[in-house]
């Protein structure tokens, strides 16, 4: 049974066929939002931001949202195996403070969440933002109108209004929350952000750790972030919210190349709310020229739990650490075969893919 299902669009399916899986090719490289899901991915981003891309000597656009941000700023870093590992392990064995029986408090949890970020990036972040060849852009929610600051009865009124604007349409959800994308100054995203209400804010060294804090702040269980150094005012949240899995229009890109994603799943959602929307769950045109990287599902029922970790699992292990990080330390374990297959298939000369 294979670990690695390749899923491409038809443009990319007819790259690989002739000529492979090529480094050089890679021109974009997106990484989702998802929580502890991510962490299945773990020992391939080792080996892409290794020794594969790790060889190229081209410009790749690295872009985030939540987890998805924090792995790709993980990939800036000059050791990224190393770092890769050191995140993998952090997150496996994070928990935060609080009362038996309950939920900690969002302060509690953006606390420590900021403290191991500072922990991971502080006095680091010059070293993110001046990569050769990488180009880092975050994305972040940022509230408006009621949502322009966070507080107890306007946060759940506004995000009612946002989920029931987004019900009707996408880009009307643009209304209460938009697209903010913390983006290298030293080369543009190279793709339209047309799709939906949107700003570009110049990534430095003095909005990064908030950027990054603000992309992976999910509501209610992280307090959002204020005010970022060189960027509109107001609250940021989770870029998850606007944008998932980052469902973008890659099809647009302003020079040729493939997009990369290494992704947990074959659907490419657009936006968090969209997640009980099936019928935006279809690939679109947009993902022409992508390459999604994605467990079998069939290898994901032989994990703890015959499932991804996720964030339910706090929940569902409460008080018992240990038998989380256990299983969750299992996860990745197994996941060094969709690594392992990846690289193989990197050496071939043609790589048949099934459709998105």
Not at 186 to 199: F, I, K, V
Not at 216 to 226: D, K, T
Not at 307 to 335: C, I, M
Request: glycine share 8%; charged share 20%; net charge positive.
């Amino acid at each position: 049974m294979q670990a690695l299902h390749v899923h491409a669009g038809p443009k990319a399916r007819r790259h690989l066929l002739e000529h492979g899986l090529r480094a050089s090719d890679v021109r974009i490289v997106p990484a989702a939002a998802g929580g502890p899901k991510g962490l299945i991915l773990n020992p391939l981003d080792q080996f892409i931001f290794g020794p594969w891309l790790g060889g190229t000597d081209h410009t790749i656009h690295l872009l985030g949202a939540s987890i998805g941000a924090w792995r790709m700023a993980t990939a800036c870093l000059a050791d990224p195996q190393a770092e890769f590992e050191a995140l993998a392990q952090g997150y496996i064995h994070q928990q935060y403070a609080g009362e038996p029986g309950k939920r900690p408090t969002a302060q509690a949890v953006t606390q420590g969440f900021a403290a191991k970020l500072d922990e991971c990036f502080g006095g680091r972040e010059g070293q993110v933002l001046s990569h050769p060849r990488y180009r880092l852009h975050i994305f972040a929610s940022r509230g408006r109108h009621i949502l322009g600051r966070e507080g107890r009865l306007r946060t759940p009124l506004g995000y009612a209004g946002a989920f029931a604007a987004n019900l009707l349409q996408r880009r009307a959800m643009g209304a209460w929350l938009e697209r903010v994308v913390f983006s290298d100054p030293r080369e543009a995203l190279p793709l339209p952000l047309s799709d939906y209400r949107s700003q570009v804010v110049a990534l430095a060294a003095t909005n990064f750790q908030p950027s990054l804090l603000a992309s992976c702040s999910i509501p209610f269980w992280l307090q959002a972030v204020h005010d970022i150094p060189g960027a509109p005012l107001g609250a940021y949240w989770d870029g998850g919210i606007t944008d998932y899995h980052l469902h973008l229009n890659y099809a647009q890109m302003s020079e040729p190349g493939l997009v990369l994603y290494p992704h947990f799943q074959k659907t490419v959602v657009p936006g968090w709310l969209d997640k009980a929307l099936k019928h935006r769950h279809r690939a679109t045109a947009a993902l022409d020229n992508v390459v999604l990287l994605t467990p079998n599902p069939e290898w994901v029922r032989s994990l703890p739990n015959a499932k991804l970790p996720d964030r339910n699992d706090f929940t569902h292990y409460a008080l018992d650490v240990p038998g989380r990080v256990k299983a969750w330390q299992g996860a990745v374990d197994e996941s060094q075969r969709l690594r392992d297959e990846f690289a193989a298939l990197t050496q071939l000369s043609s790589v048949p893919s099934l459709a998105l």
